[in-house]
């Protein structure tokens, strides 16, 4: 049996094969298609920041790639750009994605949260991916970039069913997700354009260094990697931490008792469960040796951050969650200058989720001890996570 089989089901079964047995392995891709695959930590980061394997479909061989067809007014985006085009269009987005707007983001995302949690009531069960991890960043990133309240649910729709569609949706949803995504971001990006607001896209349209600024297809491509990546990473982020905690109750009692650990128990979340089982593929510019295996140029690489951080090289029985481990380092996030953008945001949303959720509710329990994960390479998160919970008694009170 292929070593690399179930890896869906038990990915960090499969992992502990492949970083024993071929660490560097063969396997069919999220597409069907020929890939290697890539395990342990020092080579997962290694590759991450070798300039070597390329993020720019061009150069993979013919044929051999397919992945997401996307129009060009959303391909031109950082996760297929290569320097010197991916150093300017970073540098010119890094001006207007600042740590300090992330910083002043902190109040309007706590406000966020309580108001979640007040409409679950005071007890009862709720599935807290529908009812939190989900409306919470979809919000979040859409006041971000300014987009109006009454279309956040079509982009939660459309960005699910480009991730992780429902089983029985057929070949033409994605293609219908893009094109009503497309259309969207053309009329909004106008209206920005003659009614500038206080919002990360006004500030996009208007970036500009020494007379460059964004290309039209690049300013479309950015506004949709923004709020997919936005919207997907941070629902599995706080889905997957939730159920971390509640699935190991003496960590959870002890992060209870000292919430200001949570910077730090963030980090081991993102460790132990990513919110990606695969990083975005590469495809080498020249025949290059990876973890003692010599790869062709133009083949598809994929890369895993999940196994690289539960890789007992690099992180001591990595198959536990312990909020006091040293949890730098992890790939989660990324490596080198494809590190995530929105890394900040996602790890300030996660603090905040979580800390709201355990000041409000001393009795959190799973109602369901197997919970189900969504069917995706890409998107390492749960379909939903049932939970029974009851406010603190004095709340009640003073209601």
């Not at 790639?65 to 031109?76: E, N, T």
């Not at 200001?260 to 993102?270: K, S």
Request: hydrophobic share 40%; proline share 8%.
């Amino acid at each position: 049996m292929d070593p690399a089989d179930g890896l869906l089901d038990h990915p960090y079964d499969v992992y502990r094969r492949l970083r024993e047995t071929a660490p560097v392995h063969r396997i069919a891709g999220p597409d069907g298609t020929p890939a290697w695959l890539v395990t342990r930590y020092d080579d997962v980061r290694a590759a991450l920041a070798d300039p070597r394997l390329s993020l720019d479909k061009r150069h993979a061989t013919a044929g051999t790639y397919k992945g997401f067809s996307l129009p060009p007014a959303l391909d031109a985006n950082l996760l297929n750009m290569d320097p010197p085009d991916h150093t300017r269009v970073r540098r010119l987005v890094g001006r207007a994605f600042t740590t300090r707007r992330v910083e002043q983001l902190r109040t309007p995302i706590r406000r966020t949260a309580d108001r979640l949690l007040d409409a679950l009531g005071p007890h009862g069960t709720a599935d807290l991916i529908a009812a939190y991890a989900a409306p919470l960043p979809i919000t979040v990133i859409c006041d971000l970039l300014g987009i109006p309240g009454q279309h956040r649910l079509d982009f939660r729709i459309w960005t699910d069913t480009l991730v992780a569609p429902a089983p029985d949706a057929g070949p033409e949803a994605a293609k219908e997700a893009v094109v009503a995504m497309l259309g969207y971001f053309t009329r909004l990006l106008a209206d920005k354009r003659s009614e500038p607001a206080d919002d990360l896209l006004s500030d996009l349209i208007a970036v500009r260094e020494e007379g460059d600024r964004l290309s039209e297809d690049e300013l479309m491509s950015l506004a949709f990697l923004i709020l997919f990546a936005g919207y997907e990473n941070t629902v599995q982020l706080i889905g997957n931490a939730v159920l971390a905690l509640l699935q190991h109750p003496e960590q959870l009692a002890a992060l209870r008792k000292d919430l200001t650990r949570l910077p730090a128990a963030v980090q081991e979340f993102l460790r132990y469960e990513g919110p990606a089982l695969l990083a975005i593929r590469r495809f080498p510019v020249a025949d290059m040796t990876i973890g003692g295996v010599t790869v062709p140029a133009g083949e598809t690489v994929w890369v895993s951050p999940s196994a690289a951080d539960r890789d007992p090289a690099r992180f001591p029985d990595p198959d536990r969650l312990d909020l006091t481990r040293d949890a730098s380092g992890h790939l989660a996030l990324g490596h080198g200058i494809h590190y995530c953008l929105g890394a900040p945001l996602a790890r300030a949303e996660t603090e905040i989720a979580v800390a709201a959720l355990l000041e409000r509710f001393p009795e959190l329990a799973l109602a369901d001890d197997d919970p189900r994960w969504r069917r995706s390479l890409r998107a390492r998160g749960l379909v939903e996570l049932p939970v029974t919970y009851t406010k603190r008694h004095h709340e009640e009170c003073e209601e």
